[in-house]
C-alpha cells in the first residue's frame, strides 16, 4: 500500500475518482491528504472521505520559492510516497520539484508533447487536430515536460465544444491516473522511481 498527496486547484473530479476507488481494500493506494493553492472546490470532495486537506495560497508569501518551501512542507508532514498533481495549475519551482523528484506525476489532457499549459483542450479544438487525449508524466522543472509515463488517445468529434471534450477526456483521465497509480504501487512500470 502507497500513500498519497493530492494537489488540485479545481472541481477534483480526478480526485474523486481516486478517492472512490481507494475505498475498495484491493486498491494498493491511500489519499493521506489532499493540498490546493486556493479554496478549490474539490477540498469538499476529501472532507467528505474524512481526509485532510490544506490551502497555502501564493498570495500570502513574497516569493513563489517560500510559498512552495510551506506547500512541500505541508506535502511532506504526510509523508507521502508519491505526490499526485490533479488539475494543479499553479507551476511549482525547482525547490520544490527537486525535493520530490521521481515522486511527484501529473496528468495533463493532451498528448504530450502535443498541447502543453492550462488549455491544452482548447488548444487541440483550435488546431483542427482529430484526436487529442491524456497524458500522465513525471514532473520535471518545466510546464509539462517531465517523462512520459503513460498515454491514452481520445478521438475529438466534428461538433466538440470545449467543454464536451474536456468531459470526454476527464473520462478517460479518472481510469488513466487510478490505473497508473496502480502500477506504481505494484512497482511495474519500467520508469518507476520510489
Ligand atoms: C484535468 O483535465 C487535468 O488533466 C488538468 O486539469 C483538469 C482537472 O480536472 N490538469 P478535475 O479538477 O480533476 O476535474
Redesign the pocket.
Known amino acids: 500500500m502507497i500513500s498519497v498527496v493530492v494537489l488540485?486547484s479545481?472541481?477534483?473530479?480526478?480526485?474523486l475518482s481516486l478517492l472512490q476507488k481507494s475505498e475498495n481494500p484491493l486498491y494498493p493506494a491511500k489519499i493521506v491528504a489532499v493540498g490546493s493553492d486556493k479554496n478549490a472546490p474539490?477540498l469538499e470532495h476529501a472532507e467528505l472521505y474524512e481526509v485532510d486537506t490544506f490551502v497555502v495560497s501564493p498570495e500570502r508569501f513574497a516569493t513563489k520559492e517560500l510559498w512552495a518551501a510551506t506547500l512541500l512542507a505541508n506535502v511532506q508532514h504526510h509523508q507521502p510516497d508519491l505526490v499526485v498533481l490533479?488539475?494543479f495549475m499553479k507551476v511549482l519551482p525547482a525547490n520544490f520539484v527537486a525535493a520530490l523528484k521521481g515522486k511527484l506525476i501529473?496528468?495533463?489532457?493532451s498528448l504530450l508533447p502535443e498541447f502543453k499549459g492550462a488549455h491544452a483542450v482548447r488548444d487541440a479544438l483550435r488546431a483542427g487536430a482529430t484526436k487529442t487525449g491524456?497524458t500522465v508524466h513525471y514532473v520535471d522543472e518545466g510546464v509539462d515536460t517531465g517523462e512520459i509515463i503513460v498515454q491514452s488517445e481520445v478521438a475529438i468529434e466534428p461538433n466538440d465544444t470545449e467543454a464536451v471534450l474536456?468531459e470526454r477526456?476527464?473520462k478517460v483521465?479518472h481510469e488513466l491516473l487510478a490505473s497508473t497509480i496502480e502500477q506504481i504501487a505494484y512497482k511495474q512500470l519500467p520508469a518507476l522511481k520510489l
Open positions: 488540485i479545481g472541481s477534483g473530479s480526478n480526485l474539490g490533479a488539475g501529473n496528468i495533463h489532457p491524456v474536456h477526456i476527464k483521465e
